[in-house]
């Protein structure tokens, strides 16, 4: 299955924005979908973004829509999750990750438990 590897992280002010990146290597042809899912300090890990790895298509949680986007770039094997208008609760661990297997469903793709391969994480902080 595909590894990845997050980049991008760091200190930012409200009303910012950061772009994240994930780099996938090893059996990438194996890979059906990405997401970003982050996790806050006692709460539980949440979906944020996703991407189909062939179609493109997209998903939001909520609390992101309208601001954060996710884009991937199939020559690279790379991700990318661009974060404007950052607010302090954006505040997190993000974590990108690979589906290995078809996606069943649009909404698989909210769940932490359709993608197979994570990352080690990057933190992101908004201070306000």
């Known amino acids: 299955q595909a590894q990845v590897v997050e980049s991008g992280g760091g200190l930012v002010q409200a009303g910012g924005s950061l772009r994240l990146s994930c780099a996938a290597s090893?059996?990438?042809?194996?890979?059906?979908?990405m997401g970003w899912f982050r996790q806050a300090p006692g709460k539980e890990r949440e979906f944020v973004a996703a991407i189909s790895w062939s179609g493109g298509n997209t998903y939001y949680a909520n609390s992101v829509k309208g601001r954060f986007t996710i884009s991937r770039d199939k020559a690279k094997n790379t991700v990318y999750l661009q974060m404007n208008s950052l607010k302090p609760e954006d505040t997190a661990v993000y974590y990108c990750?690979?589906?290995?297997?078809?996606?069943?469903?649009?909404?698989?793709?909210?769940?932490?438990?359709?993608?197979?391969?994570w990352g080690q994480g990057t933190q992101v902080t908004v201070s306000s």
């Open positions: 090893g059996r990438t042809f194996s890979m059906y979908a």
């Open positions: 990750a690979a589906a290995n297997r078809p996606l069943p469903s649009s909404s698989s793709y909210y769940f932490s438990s359709s993608f197979g391969s």
